[in-house]
């Protein structure tokens, strides 16, 4: 291939702290009203000092931690000078020389995508404009409720080749942030930010593209699809000799299109200096000891207590353990169906089937671990067969109704009674009796073709094992 698509990711991700990260007022900037929750340390007022939040310092490195990065010990925060309304301090306190962390990485597709740093810094407040476009906007607004939130900010080599592999590298980091309970990942609500920069290697004269930063993009689907984009623009700009810029670009989900912001600064623009109002941070062994016994059961660790305990294959055992949510969700459905097998095979066919359809995420599915054990309970004895549990699985994923409720409503009841069975499948055999004559000639495969048209005739409420005893009677005995 002529060209290679060089992508790195800066990655801001929310601590889960209930305080900000220089000062107490409460993190809570979703939902609260504007500019509530501030105090003249977050606004920026003149004379005051921060004080370093100690929980989004060990939050830090529990991140440190499970990306596989290394902690130092010696590390310091750092002013970015500039100017912008959603910044009242006019700089950023964040770490630009000594960062928390350095290194770490995460597997993607089997390829190793590395990190270069996470450092701490303060998130800026959030501005508002008229219409949400600030280029047609008479007049913009500014929440402070989120100036000073406690970020973690986690910068990747540019190992990344392809904008699908960002998406996954996204996808599995926000996994692990949440499984170790450093952040929630919500990206709707701004908890997990990405800024990707993308530049294109021309293989076979080794030049290089000016590489373009994407702003700010707020969804995994767009992360692959804005980087998709502006690969395609930069290799058609190239091959046209037209002349690109290094800027930042927007991603405007609409016209599924990127758009030119400003061009974009130079390090040396934001005239970074030590911040003389924080200490430097000295950490010892006995501090990261202490996170690291912190961390909870990660995904691989989960994976291999699934097949041990639950004796369900390997890779049954990853994709249930691949998202915290889901294993979680898993192991309430198994502690009440009783039936580890039952649970895992229903959850990786029906269920994520169903959600994958509809683009549904765990957390919002109406079917309730309660259903799983009913109807489990509802096979056990017989009330239903496995096809009819199928068959209203998609009735129970959308309405959230039991499945109960929908058996007796639809009157799904299994056929045990004998004497009933028997009768349709006598009238089953008199209705095919070519069949009937094969299969006494030894073409002993149409027993499946009879149980097809048994549970045809009874819209799958026949019971299969009696099905097969009573056929195999009459077939053999006439």
């Not at 992360?223 to 290799?235: Q, S």
């Given at each position: 291939m002529?060209?290679?698509?060089i992508i790195?990711?800066?990655?801001?991700a929310?601590?889960l702290?209930?305080?900000?990260?220089?000062?107490s007022?409460?993190?809570?900037?979703f939902?609260?009203?504007?500019?509530?929750?501030?105090c003249p340390?977050c606004?920026?007022?003149p004379g005051?000092?921060?004080?370093?939040n100690?929980e989004?310092l060990k939050?830090?490195?529990?991140?440190?931690?499970?990306?596989?990065?290394?902690i130092?010990k010696f590390?310091?925060?750092?002013r970015?000078?500039?100017?912008?309304?959603?910044?009242?301090?006019?700089?950023?306190?964040t770490q630009y020389?000594?960062p928390?962390v350095?290194?770490g990485y995460?597997?993607v597709e089997?390829?190793k995508?590395?990190?270069r740093?996470?450092?701490?810094?303060?998130?800026?407040?959030?501005?508002?404009h008229?219409?949400?476009q600030?280029?047609?906007a008479q007049e913009?607004?500014?929440d402070f409720?989120?100036?000073?939130?406690p970020?973690?900010?986690?910068?990747?080599?540019?190992d990344?080749?392809?904008?699908?592999q960002?998406?996954?590298?996204m996808e599995?980091?926000?996994n692990l942030l949440r499984y170790?309970?450093?952040s929630t990942?919500?990206?709707?609500?701004?908890?997990?930010?990405?800024d990707?920069n993308?530049?294109?290697?021309?293989?076979?004269?080794k030049?290089?593209?000016k590489?373009v930063?994407i702003?700010?993009?707020?969804?995994?689907?767009?992360v692959e699809?804005a980087?998709?984009?502006e690969?395609?623009?930069i290799?058609n700009?190239?091959?046209?000799?037209?002349?690109?810029i290094?800027e930042?670009?927007?991603?405007d989900a609409?016209?599924?299109e990127?758009?030119?912001m400003r061009?974009?600064?130079?390090?040396?623009?934001y005239?970074y200096?030590?911040e003389p109002?924080?200490?430097?941070?000295?950490?010892?062994?006995e501090?990261i000891e202490t996170v690291?016994?912190?961390i909870?059961?990660m995904?691989?660790?989960?994976?291999k207590r699934?097949v041990s305990q639950y004796n369900?294959p390997?890779y049954?055992?990853?994709i249930?353990?691949?998202d915290k949510?889901?294993a979680?969700?898993y192991?309430?459905?198994?502690?009440?169906?009783?039936?580890?097998k039952?649970?895992s095979?229903?959850?990786?066919?029906?269920l994520?089937?169903?959600?994958?359809?509809?683009?549904?995420?765990i957390?919002?599915v109406k079917i309730?671990?309660e259903?799983?054990?009913?109807?489990?309970m509802?096979l056990?004895?017989n009330?239903?067969?496995?096809?009819?549990a199928?068959d209203i699985?998609?009735?129970?994923y959308?309405?959230g109704d039991?499945?109960?409720?929908i058996?007796?409503k639809?009157g799904?009841?299994?056929i045990?009674?004998?004497?009933?069975?028997?009768?349709?499948?006598e009238?089953?055999?008199?209705e095919?009796?070519?069949?009937v004559?094969k299969?006494k000639?030894?073409k002993?495969?149409l027993?499946?073709?009879?149980?097809g048209q048994v549970m045809?005739?009874t819209?799958?409420?026949?019971n299969?094992q009696?099905t097969?005893?009573?056929?195999?009677?009459l077939?053999?005995d006439?």
């Amino acid at each position: 291939m002529m060209y290679k698509t060089i992508i790195g990711l800066e990655i801001h991700a929310q601590l889960l702290t209930k305080s900000k990260a220089f000062c107490s007022c409460s993190t809570e900037h979703f939902e609260a009203e504007p500019n509530i929750n501030i105090c003249p340390v977050c606004t920026g007022q003149p004379g005051t000092l921060p004080v370093l939040n100690e929980e989004a310092l060990k939050l830090a490195i529990k991140t440190g931690l499970i990306l596989n990065g290394q902690i130092n010990k010696f590390s310091r925060f750092d002013r970015k000078n500039y100017f912008y309304p959603d910044l009242p301090k006019g700089y950023q306190i964040t770490q630009y020389f000594h960062p928390i962390v350095s290194g770490g990485y995460i597997d993607v597709e089997g390829k190793k995508i590395r990190i270069r740093r996470m450092h701490l810094e303060e998130d800026t407040a959030k501005m508002l404009h008229e219409g949400d476009q600030i280029s047609s906007a008479q007049e913009s607004l500014i929440d402070f409720n989120r100036a000073g939130i406690p970020l973690l900010e986690i910068v990747t080599e540019p190992d990344i080749e392809t904008p699908k592999q960002a998406r996954i590298f996204m996808e599995k980091l926000r996994n692990l942030l949440r499984y170790a309970d450093v952040s929630t990942g919500d990206m709707e609500k701004g908890a997990l930010r990405c800024d990707a920069n993308i530049s294109i290697l021309n293989q076979e004269n080794k030049e290089i593209s000016k590489r373009v930063e994407i702003k700010n993009i707020n969804s995994f689907k767009f992360v692959e699809k804005a980087l998709e984009y502006e690969r395609d623009r930069i290799i058609n700009n190239l091959e046209k000799g037209g002349e690109l810029i290094q800027e930042t670009r927007g991603w405007d989900a609409n016209k599924k299109e990127t758009f030119s912001m400003r061009t974009k600064e130079e390090e040396m623009d934001y005239r970074y200096f030590p911040e003389p109002d924080l200490p430097i941070l000295i950490l010892n062994d006995e501090l990261i000891e202490t996170v690291r016994k912190l961390i909870p059961e990660m995904p691989e660790e989960k994976a291999k207590r699934f097949v041990s305990q639950y004796n369900i294959p390997e890779y049954d055992a990853q994709i249930l353990s691949s998202d915290k949510e889901l294993a979680d969700y898993y192991e309430r459905c198994v502690e009440l169906a009783k039936d580890a097998k039952f649970v895992s095979n229903f959850i990786l066919t029906e269920l994520l089937r169903e959600m994958k359809e509809n683009e549904d995420s765990i957390e919002t599915v109406k079917i309730k671990p309660e259903h799983f054990a009913e109807l489990k309970m509802l096979l056990d004895t017989n009330t239903i067969s496995t096809k009819i549990a199928k068959d209203i699985f998609p009735e129970m994923y959308r309405t959230g109704d039991s499945p109960k409720q929908i058996v007796e409503k639809k009157g799904l009841k299994q056929i045990e009674n004998e004497d009933e069975l028997r009768k349709i499948i006598e009238n089953v055999l008199k209705e095919n009796t070519d069949s009937v004559e094969k299969y006494k000639n030894g073409k002993k495969k149409l027993l499946g073709f009879f149980v097809g048209q048994v549970m045809k005739e009874t819209k799958g409420k026949a019971n299969p094992q009696k099905t097969n005893e009573i056929l195999k009677e009459l077939l053999e005995d006439n």
